[in-house]
């Protein structure tokens, strides 16, 4: 039974924690980039406008995740101009430290947008170009562009993009996380004990959830690199 757990502990480990935090490290810093670049071309306060929508969904994530873990908000701002440290949107929340539940709750916290995100760019899609996640799910492109309305098209950009464009995490959402990944990390090890009777062979915990993991994040990053190259082209051309 002990090497079936530590396996399985190893593997629940690399699916649902190690991938996401380097993916979202990586995509952070990513999206980072582009909005500092953004800002040294455009000014100030052009994150504003051409993230808006994702501030929005970045702290309603931040919002949901901390109501799930029974955290009290104390004040909140979806949007706003960006101020003297370029804060756009926060979120006030207090929680009680002896509860592993709303500790626990922290890293879901600092990792929400990265959902939240995900999940607005996924429902964007599904209603302006639903072809498109056909195609991928298919892995077949001979119908991705079979009915499509170009108008659908442009609000799909234009929101993918303000939506990609908030993906980057602050400095107050990886100290939620390292707040939290101990409590995760304890909750895991916990998990791994009926996982362990429950899934006899391993692979299935990549096979069935791990792979979908690694997608949505290749997904993701694929976004943000593609916005980063853009935004680098056009303002190369402005020089």
């Known amino acids: 039974m002990m090497p ?13 924690l190690v991938m996401p935090y380097v993916g979202a490290a990586v995509i952070s810093a990513i999206t980072k980039r582009t909005n500092q670049l953004i800002v040294n071309h455009f000014g100030t306060q052009a994150q504003f406008y051409f993230s808006f929508f994702g501030i929005i969904v970045h702290e309603l994530s931040h919002a949901a995740m901390a109501l799930l873990f029974r955290h009290k908000i104390d004040k909140i701002s979806l949007v706003q101009k960006a101020d003297v440290e370029q804060t ?16 626990l709750g922290n890293f879901f916290i ?7 995100i995900g ?4 429902l964007t899609t599904y209603v302006c170009w639903p072809q498109l ?6 892995l077949d492109s001979s119908q991705l562009w ?4 170009w108008w659908h098209l442009l609000i799909w950009l234009l929101l993918c993009i303000q939506f990609c464009l908030a ?11 390292q707040s939290g990944i101990v ?11 009926p996982l362990c009777f429950i899934v006899t062979n391993t692979q299935m915990l990549w096979q069935d959830f791990g792979r979908y993991i690694l997608y949505f994040l290749l997904a993701m990053f694929g976004f943000s690199l593609v916005i980063d190259v853009v935004f680098n082209v056009l303002t190369r051309t402005r020089e």
Do not use: C, E
Request: proline share 3%.
């Open 183 to 193: 409590s995760y990390i304890v909750f895991l090890a916990v998990l791994a004990v």
């Open 4 to 16: 079936n757990y530590f396996t399985t502990l190893v593997r629940l480990l690399l699916i649902v």
């Open 88 to 103: 756009l949107g926060y979120v006030s929340h207090a929680w009680n430290p002896k509860s592993l539940y709303q500790q």
């Open 146 to 149: 079979m009915g499509i309305i």
């Open 119 to 122: 999940l607005a760019v996924w």
């Open 167 to 177: 993906l980057n995490l602050s400095r107050a959402d990886w100290q939620n996380i």
């Open 110 to 116: 600092g990792m929400g947008p990265l959902f939240g």
């Open 133 to 138: 996640l056909t195609a991928l799910l298919r």
